[in-house]
């Protein structure tokens, strides 16, 4: 049984990488591996912990409604998102990684594109990249 890896983030592009991360693993007959990644410090105290752990409970009802074999890795290691989700990749000898993109404007694309970039140019695996509504 082969693993698609889908990187999840509490947003509309999170959304969007979720159901196709479904999709692609009913079509493959995969296990589905879900990751949200935290850089962990300040910014992710008591509330903020506890909100994520509200969402991926949130994620898991879904997933569980899917029918397929899942995994959740809720990850608070200081890492950028892009070097978990390789990693996490690798690990598990993905054949597909699964990320959520948004509209851009042309500088954010040069200052806030530097995760999917990432993990475009230095995935193990085939990316699927989808759009958010």
């Known amino acids: 049984m082969g693993t698609v890896v889908v990187g999840y983030v509490p947003k509309p592009e999170g959304e969007a990488a979720l159901a196709a991360g479904i999709n692609e693993a009913k079509l493959r007959g995969s296990k589905l591996v879900v ?16 909100a994520a752990e509200d969402e ?9 409604s899917s029918g397929v074999e899942h995994d959740i890795r809720q990850l608070v290691r200081g890492f950028e998102p892009a070097e978990d989700l390789i990693s996490i990749a690798e690990a598990n ?14 500088v954010g694309k040069l200052i806030l594109g530097s995760n999917a970039q990432r993990v475009l140019l230095d995935a193990p695996c085939p990316v699927l990249a989808v759009k958010a509504q």
């Open 93 to 106: 000898n993905a054949e597909l990684l699964v990320i959520g993109l948004r509209r851009r404007s042309p």
């Open 56 to 64: 991926m409970a949130s994620i898991r009802t879904t997933l569980e």
């Open 35 to 50: 990751v949200n990644s935290h850089r962990g410090g300040q910014e992710f105290d008591g509330p903020a912990a506890r």
